[in-house]
């Protein structure tokens, strides 16, 4: 997900990469900020002259996160003409997703289980939640759904069980049901 990270990358890379890593992998409270330099291979003061804290540097790498979400599927999205298509299209990129090797789950899922309320991990992924449901409402419209909120609200439910189904049980083909569920929804929201 990270770009290639080099020792001559600059210090804020390299910390965002690491965080990437760790805090994916690991969790966002489990990993402390030496462990987090350590692989950056910077100094503790590079931390805090990038970000200020570790809520920062939390906030920075779930920020990341998104905005590479918010990539992968404009790109899947582009390979699609209509919005029914592109709608069914948001099943197809969590199906590449939770193929990927180190798939862990939703990584909001995984910070928010271990967030405080009012936290900045609340706050950013409050935001990409926001995002989601604004993409399958704004496709539902397009597509013609006579309840574009609810059918937004639908998928985004659907769209969340397959991705902890994927992770719990393991079960790489859990967005490939979710997909096809998804099409009785929209054919019965835009009939």
Same mark, same amino acid.
């Given at each position: 997900?990270?770009?290639?990270?080099?020792?001559?990358?600059?210090?804020?890379?390299?910390?965002?990469?690491?965080?990437?890593?760790?805090?994916?992998?690991?969790?966002?409270?489990?990993?402390?900020?030496?462990?987090?330099?350590?692989?950056?291979?910077?100094?503790?003061?590079?931390?805090?002259?990038?970000?200020?804290?570790?809520?920062? *540097?939390? !906030?920075?790498?779930?920020?990341?996160?998104?905005? $590479?979400?918010?990539?992968? +599927? /404009? %790109?899947? #999205?582009? &390979?699609?003409?209509?919005?029914?298509?592109?709608?069914?299209?948001?099943?197809?990129?969590?199906?590449?997703?939770?193929?990927?090797?180190?798939?862990?789950?939703?990584?909001?899922?995984?910070?928010?289980?271990?967030?405080?309320?009012?936290?900045?991990?609340?706050?950013?992924?409050?935001?990409?939640?926001?995002?989601?449901?604004? *993409?399958? !409402?704004?496709?539902?419209?397009?597509?013609?759904? $006579?309840?574009?909120?609810? +059918? /937004? %609200?639908? #998928?985004? &439910?659907?769209?969340?069980?397959?991705?902890?189904?994927?992770?719990?049980?393991?079960?790489?083909?859990?967005?490939?049901?979710?997909?096809?569920?998804?099409?009785?929804?929209?054919?019965?929201?835009?009939?």
């Amino acid at each position: 997900m990270s770009p290639k990270i080099t020792d001559r990358s600059p210090a804020r890379e390299r910390l965002l990469a690491a965080a990437d890593e760790l805090f994916y992998s690991e969790g966002v409270n489990t990993v402390g900020i030496d462990k987090v330099i350590e692989r950056a291979g910077v100094a503790k003061a590079s931390l805090y002259n990038a970000f200020g804290s570790k809520d920062e *540097l939390i !906030r920075a790498y779930l920020a990341r996160r998104h905005e $590479a979400r918010q990539a992968r +599927l /404009a %790109r899947k #999205l582009a &390979l699609y003409d209509t919005p029914r298509e592109k709608l069914l299209g948001v099943f197809d990129a969590l199906s590449d997703l939770v193929a990927e090797t180190g798939f862990r789950g939703c990584a909001f899922l995984n910070a928010s289980a271990e967030a405080q309320p009012g936290s900045a991990v609340e706050e950013v992924s409050d935001s990409s939640r926001a995002w989601v449901r604004s *993409l399958f !409402r704004d496709l539902g419209r397009e597509a013609g759904a $006579a309840d574009p909120d609810q +059918l /937004a %609200r639908q #998928l985004v &439910l659907l769209y969340d069980g397959a991705t902890v189904g994927a992770k719990m049980d393991r079960d790489a083909g859990a967005a490939t049901v979710a997909k096809s569920v998804a099409a009785m929804m929209i054919d019965n929201a835009i009939a």
